[in-house]
């Protein structure tokens, strides 16, 4: 630990030092690849350690508090049972999808469906070790030196899914991925992800999250890698509701190639203590496009920091991204996005917009959308905004005896419908409407 | 009050400070940065003993200071115990007549319409003209005077008006703020201090530009202004000619103060040495500006037009802390060769109704890196402040660069807080709109990048948005084609 005042001191630190140790024997057996990302991760982790708010990343989230709750590192468990009442909260009303269940990050098939897709590979990352795909993409596109917990988890992850859709494949059902945590102690987990898009392949993903711990903290620090290779396509869904005993740093790592896309919606909720969504993504190939749909409505004591990275390393890439907060209560929103243009990246559109309303008194928000641009030819803005109910707006509904209550989710369904009339598949649109009406109660 | 002798006295003085002849050579104080320098650079000043005490406290807690990381370009190496901090080094003699001096400079005097006196002043050359300009200085001081306008180098208030400057001095820009403003606070060589007495509209635009002893005052000047109730004053600051320079760092402090319904306009236009095409020389122009607005109703406002200097370096900021109070920030920064600017602005909203406006505009050309960073704070007990924020990037090559970070932060549900920014190139479709009516591809840009800075030239004193503007279209020159 080089530089003190970057890092936070805590048990868990220690023990991820001493996890390493213990297991590196075992990591001897995994294929190569992953025991070689491991051992650079391990050394980027033990530098960085867990960010204070020093490190301009985490300028306005503090983990102290999260860090003093004395997690301990998940162990290696049996088949854990789950409660079908926990499943059943995550799945969306008339979907007609392949519900691919996991816990603490490890697949479950006899809790999944099947999913009998030709050109499809679904597994745990450990049955996954010897697949070409999985072993040229592994572990690849993170950047380990600037990413704390994307350090922790490679270096130490225990479970994780591999998701390979070959070449060709159009995948007509979306996969709904439904992570559950569960736990008696307060446990620190580091699941992992890697989805493979060959050629041209096409799919859409939904993921959603709970939690079942009689009470106990978790704190989950989750790493998903997704490449999209030429001309592939992918719709990504987070749907981020949880209950207030789990806080999560989760990274997605989107890595693009020529004529692809890849959209991402994400949508968060009141109850999860914590939200640190990492999204990078890269456009490396010309005629990318990329749009990253963010709307998160945060309540209670609630953090919700969302970290964007998008960045066009090549010519004739389209980006666009729009975010949008509602903050209640005492709760705390944080943007941070940036787009990087490179220097080769002509033509490059970009586009970036942050708006958050605030509502509760005490409710804060920081918004800190970044621009580096290294070429000429290229039209980027961003925006940002931070307001208030349109008074006006009001008094228009109230006028026409539309009750203040009623008026006041009116215009917070219309400041979100920005976000939820993107979403193309119709069930997880209404689900989303639904869970917003919930968080506004 | 000094007569126009002691002036006189004083600007040869002056002078001789930066001369060659022998009998003024100790003046300078040995090279290198202690406590000794201090306490000589004090002695000189015959500095009463709080003023001593205070530039040793800043030094010692610059000595315990870091340099920042956080910059976006990389810190130049500087030596600070290699410059003098007394007497700045001059390598360069003072020239006979004009004859001597870079055609090159002299063009650039002939396309900014600047009389034969300012030239052969501005380009060094030991003329009379110093004299005229005394004569400007003593004219209008006499008729600031009479209205009870303090305006005088910062030597002469210290002097003169110890209160008023011991009751002000470093309450906006504190030693510990960072490191170069600790620097200025231990070794500042002097500046200007301005003082407008209640309900007073100060009836001419303040300049240092005539203030001829200000013109090469070191690298380490401070000004400090304070507008009392009621009161109104426009300062404009800058040298509007290329000043030929060694690498040098500039590290001023400015601080601005308005209590109850006051006003104060800092105008700026910056055009030093911007080191030349390999980004050999030039300035480091790290400086530190920050206005309070203490009093209700007051406001601040400032202006810059950024065209020289190596590395620019700055974030004036307004510290809005008076109820109904507003604070204004209008950027310029034009960067080409290897020249970097990382400017932008910071608005503190802390009393209730307090508004902010920020229009910044950059426009980056060959290997030139532009910088916007800003950061607009509300308080929990800035009930209904109000903020809006562009900044536009303009790129003229592909290999410029143009970032923007603004930083926002709310912590009261009732502010309304706007930010936008854009990047773009200028359109080929208007360059040739312009060419067809026969006006080439250099003007054109120069025309374009006008118009696109407009809003913030609009808010310079006349004659300065004049120079301005012509000064864009020159540093524009030679990037285009």
Same mark, same amino acid.
Not at chain 1, 197 to 204: D, P
Not at chain 1, 288 to 298: P, R
Not at chain 2, 343 to 348: E, H, L, N, P, R
């Given at each position: 630990?080089?530089?003190?005042?970057?890092?936070?001191?805590?048990?868990?630190?220690d023990?991820?030092?001493?996890?390493?140790?213990?297991?590196?024997s075992?990591?001897?057996?995994?294929?190569?690849?992953?025991?070689?990302?491991?051992?650079?991760?391990?050394g980027?982790?033990?530098?960085?350690?867990?960010?204070?708010?020093?490190?301009?990343?985490?300028?306005?989230?503090?983990?102290?508090?999260?860090?003093?709750?004395?997690?301990?590192?998940?162990?290696?468990?049996?088949?854990?049972?789950?409660?079908?009442?926990?499943?059943?909260?995550?799945?969306?009303d008339?979907l007609?999808?392949? !519900?691919?269940?996991l816990?603490?990050?490890?697949?479950?098939?006899?809790?999944?469906?099947?999913?009998?897709?030709?050109?499809v590979?679904?597994?745990?990352?450990?049955?996954?070790?010897?697949?070409?795909?999985?072993?040229?993409?592994?572990?690849?596109?993170?950047?380990?030196e600037?990413?704390?917990?994307?350090?922790?988890?490679t270096a130490?992850?225990?479970?994780?899914?591999?998701?390979?859709?070959?070449?060709n494949?159009v995948?007509e059902?979306?996969?709904?991925l439904? !992570?559950?945590?569960?736990?008696?102690a307060?446990?620190?987990?580091q699941?992992?992800?890697?989805?493979v898009?060959?050629?041209?392949?096409?799919?859409?993903i939904?993921?959603?999250?709970?939690?079942?711990t009689?009470?106990?903290?978790?704190?989950?620090?989750?790493?998903?890698?997704?490449?999209?290779?030429?001309?592939?396509?992918?719709?990504?869904?987070?749907?981020?509701?949880?209950?207030? !005993?789990?806080?999560?740093?989760?990274?997605?790592?989107?890595y693009?190639?020529?004529?692809s896309?890849?959209?991402?919606?994400?949508?968060?909720f009141?109850?999860?203590?914590?939200?640190?969504?990492?999204?990078?993504?890269?456009l490396?190939?010309?005629n990318?496009?990329?749009?990253?749909?963010?709307?998160?409505?945060?309540g209670?004591?609630?953090?919700?920091?969302?970290?964007?990275?998008?960045d066009h390393?090549?010519?004739?890439?389209?980006?666009?991204?729009?975010y949008?907060g509602?903050?209640?209560?005492?709760?705390a929103?944080?943007?941070?996005?940036?787009?990087?243009?490179?220097?080769?990246?002509?033509?490059?559109?970009?586009?970036?917009?942050?708006?958050?309303?605030?509502?509760?008194?005490?409710?804060?928000?920081?918004?800190?959308?970044?621009?580096?641009?290294?070429?000429?030819?290229?039209?980027?803005?961003?925006g940002?905004?931070?307001?208030?109910?349109?008074?006006?707006a009001?008094?228009?509904?109230?006028?026409?005896?539309?009750g203040?209550?009623?008026?006041?989710?009116?215009?917070?369904?219309?400041?979100?419908?920005?976000?939820?009339?993107?979403?193309?598949?119709p069930e997880v649109?209404?689900?989303?409407?639904a869970?917003?009406?919930?968080?506004?109660? | 009050?000094?007569?126009?002798? =002691?002036?006189?006295?004083?600007?040869?003085?002056?002078?001789?400070?930066?001369?060659?002849?022998?009998?003024?050579?100790?003046d *300078?104080?040995?090279?290198?940065?202690?406590?000794?320098?201090?306490?000589? +650079?004090?002695?000189?000043?015959?500095?009463?003993?709080w003023?001593?005490?205070?530039?040793?406290?800043a030094?010692?807690?610059?000595?315990?200071?870091?340099?920042?990381?956080w910059q976006?370009?990389?810190?130049?190496?500087? =030596?600070?115990?290699? +410059?003098?901090?007394?007497a700045?080094?001059?390598?360069?003699?003072?020239?006979? &007549?004009?004859?001597?001096v870079?055609?090159?400079?002299?063009?650039t005097?002939?396309?900014?319409?600047?009389?034969?006196?300012?030239?052969?002043?501005?380009? #060094?050359?030991?003329?009379?003209?110093v004299f =005229?300009?005394?004569?400007v200085?003593?004219t209008?001081?006499?008729k600031?005077?009479?209205?009870?306008v303090?305006?005088?180098?910062f030597?002469? %208030?210290?002097?003169e008006?110890?209160?008023?400057?011991?009751?002000y001095?470093?309450t906006v820009?504190?030693?510990?703020?960072?490191?170069?403003?600790?620097?200025? $606070?231990?070794? *500042?060589?002097?500046?200007?201090?301005?003082?407008?007495?209640?309900?007073?509209?100060?009836?001419?635009?303040?300049?240092?530009?005539?203030? +001829?002893? %200000?013109?090469?005052?070191?690298?380490?000047?401070?000004?400090?202004?304070? $507008?009392?109730?009621?009161?109104?004053?426009?300062?404009?600051?800058g040298?509007t000619?290329?000043?030929? =320079?060694?690498?040098q760092?500039?590290?001023?402090?400015?601080?601005?103060i308005?209590?109850?319904?006051?006003?104060?306009?800092?105008?700026?236009?910056?055009?030093?040495?911007?080191g030349?095409?390999? #980004?050999?020389?030039?300035?480091?122009?790290?400086?530190?500006?920050?206005?309070?607005?203490?009093?209700?109703?007051?406001?601040?406002?400032?202006?810059?037009?950024?065209?020289? &200097?190596?590395?620019?370096?700055?974030?004036?900021s307004?510290i809005?802390?008076g109820?109904?109070?507003?604070?204004?920030?209008? &950027?310029?920064?034009?960067?080409?060769?290897?020249?970097?600017a990382d400017?932008?602005?910071?608005?503190?909203h802390?009393?209730?109704?307090?508004?902010?406006?920020?229009?910044?505009?950059?426009?980056s050309?060959?290997?030139?890196?532009?910088?916007?960073?800003?950061?607009?704070?509300?308080?929990?007990? $800035?009930d209904?402040?109000?903020? *809006?924020?562009?900044?536009?990037?303009?790129?003229?090559g592909?290999?410029? #660069?143009?970032?923007?970070?603004?930083?926002?932060?709310?912590?009261?549900?009732?502010?309304?807080?706007e930010?936008?920014?854009?990047?773009?190139?200028?359109?080929?479709?208007?360059? *040739?709109?312009?060419?067809?009516?026969?006006?080439?591809?250099?003007?054109?840009?120069?025309?374009?990048?006008?118009?696109? %800075?407009?809003?913030?030239?609009?808010?310079?004193?006349?004659?300065? $948005?004049?120079?301005?503007?012509?000064?864009?279209?020159?540093?524009?020159?030679?990037?285009v084609?």
């Open positions: 630990m080089e530089n003190r005042i970057t890092q936070i001191n805590s048990s868990l630190y023990q991820c030092i001493a996890d390493y140790e213990v297991r590196s075992l990591f001897a057996a995994e294929a190569p690849e992953v025991g070689a990302a491991r051992a650079k991760a391990i980027h982790f033990k530098q960085l350690g867990f960010p204070s708010t020093k490190v301009e990343d985490w300028k306005y989230t503090n983990l102290v508090p999260v860090l003093k709750e004395n997690f301990e590192l998940e162990q290696d468990e049996d088949i854990l049972s789950v409660k079908d009442a926990v499943i059943a909260k995550s799945k969306i008339l007609d999808c392949y !519900h691919i269940v816990v603490n990050g490890k697949y479950r098939a006899d809790l999944s469906d099947a999913v009998n897709v030709e050109g590979y679904l597994s745990s990352i450990t049955d996954a070790a010897a697949r070409p795909a999985f072993k040229q993409h592994f572990g690849r596109y993170i950047d380990l600037k990413f704390h917990f994307a350090a922790a988890n130490l992850f225990r479970n994780g899914l591999f998701i390979e859709v070959k070449r494949t995948v059902k979306p996969l709904h439904i !992570h559950i945590t569960t736990a008696d307060p446990t620190y987990f699941p992992r992800q890697l989805f898009l060959g050629t041209s392949a096409s799919i859409s939904i993921e959603s999250y709970g939690t079942d009689n009470g106990a903290p978790v704190f989950i620090n989750h790493v998903a890698e997704i490449v999209v290779q030429e001309n592939a396509q992918m719709q990504h869904f987070y749907i981020q509701a949880g209950d207030q !005993h789990a806080r999560y740093v989760h990274h997605t790592e989107v693009q190639q020529a004529n896309l890849y959209n991402n919606y994400k949508a968060s009141p109850g999860t203590s914590l939200w640190r969504n990492n999204l990078n993504v890269a490396d190939g010309e990318v496009e990329s749009h990253l749909y963010g709307l998160y409505l945060a209670g004591q609630q953090i919700v920091d969302n970290h964007t990275i998008v390393r090549k010519p004739h890439c389209n980006s666009n991204e729009l949008k509602v903050m209640k209560d005492d709760s929103g944080v943007f941070n996005g940036k787009i990087f243009v490179r220097k080769d990246a002509q033509k490059t559109n970009a586009f970036q917009q942050n708006n958050n309303m605030i509502l509760g008194k005490k409710a804060v928000v920081d918004s800190k959308p970044q621009l580096e641009i290294f070429a000429d030819d290229v039209k980027c803005s961003h940002s905004t931070m307001g208030q109910f349109n008074p006006d009001l008094f228009y509904l109230k006028s026409r005896g539309i203040e209550e009623k008026a006041r989710a009116l215009l917070i369904h219309a400041f979100a419908y920005d976000v939820t009339e993107k979403i193309p598949i649109q209404s689900h989303i409407n869970l917003i009406e919930q968080g506004l109660k | 009050m000094s007569t126009d002798l =002691d002036i006189l006295k004083d600007v040869s003085t002056e002078e001789y400070k930066y001369g060659f002849t022998t009998n003024i050579e100790m *300078f104080a040995p090279k290198g940065l202690n406590e000794d320098t201090i306490r000589f +650079i004090s002695a000189k000043k015959n500095e009463p003993d003023l001593l005490e205070w530039r040793l406290k030094f010692r807690h610059f000595e315990k200071m870091e340099w920042p990381t976006n370009f990389e810190m130049p190496k500087m =030596d600070l115990q290699g +410059i003098s901090y007394y700045a080094p001059r390598k360069k003699a003072k020239l006979n &007549s004009l004859d001597e870079d055609p090159e400079l002299l063009a005097f002939e396309k900014l319409g600047i009389p034969l006196t300012e030239q052969k002043m501005l380009a #060094g050359v030991a003329v009379d003209a =005229d300009s005394v004569s200085v003593t209008f001081k006499g600031l005077k009479e209205m009870g303090i305006f005088c180098s030597g002469e %208030a210290v002097q008006y110890p209160d008023l400057v011991k009751k001095l470093g820009v504190p030693h510990t703020d960072n490191i170069f403003a600790a620097l200025n $606070a231990a070794v *500042f060589s002097d500046g200007s201090f301005v003082y407008i007495p209640k309900g007073v509209r100060c009836p001419m635009e303040l300049s240092t530009y005539f203030r +001829i002893n %200000a013109e090469n005052t070191g690298q380490f000047e401070r000004t400090l202004i304070v $507008a009392d109730d009621d009161s109104y004053v426009s300062y404009l600051e040298c000619a290329p000043m030929r =320079d060694e690498n760092l500039h590290a001023a402090v400015v601080e601005l308005t209590l109850e319904n006051a006003e104060i306009k800092y105008s700026t236009v910056q055009n030093w040495y911007p030349d095409k390999d #980004g050999v020389g030039g300035i480091y122009n790290f400086v530190t500006k920050r206005g309070i607005c203490k009093g209700v109703n007051s406001k601040i406002s400032w202006t810059q037009v950024e065209t020289g &200097s190596a590395i620019t370096w700055k974030y004036p307004v809005l802390r109820d109904n109070s507003t604070g204004e920030f209008y &950027s310029v920064a034009l960067t080409k060769n290897k020249q970097i400017t932008g602005t910071k608005m503190y802390i009393g209730k109704n307090t508004r902010s406006r920020i229009i910044s505009k950059g426009i050309a060959g290997h030139g890196q532009n910088s916007y960073r800003g950061l607009v704070q509300v308080g929990s007990g $800035a209904n402040a109000r903020n *809006f924020t562009q900044c536009d990037s303009l790129l003229i592909d290999e410029c #660069g143009a970032h923007t970070f603004p930083y926002i932060e709310s912590k009261n549900s009732s502010a309304m807080v930010h936008e920014a854009t990047t773009s190139k200028i359109g080929e479709d208007q360059i *040739f709109y312009l060419n067809q009516r026969g006006i080439d591809t250099e003007k054109a840009v120069a025309l374009i990048v006008n118009g696109y %800075a407009k809003e913030v030239l609009n808010q310079l004193p006349m004659e300065f $948005a004049v120079e301005a503007q012509k000064l864009l279209a020159i540093s524009l020159e030679g990037s084609g």
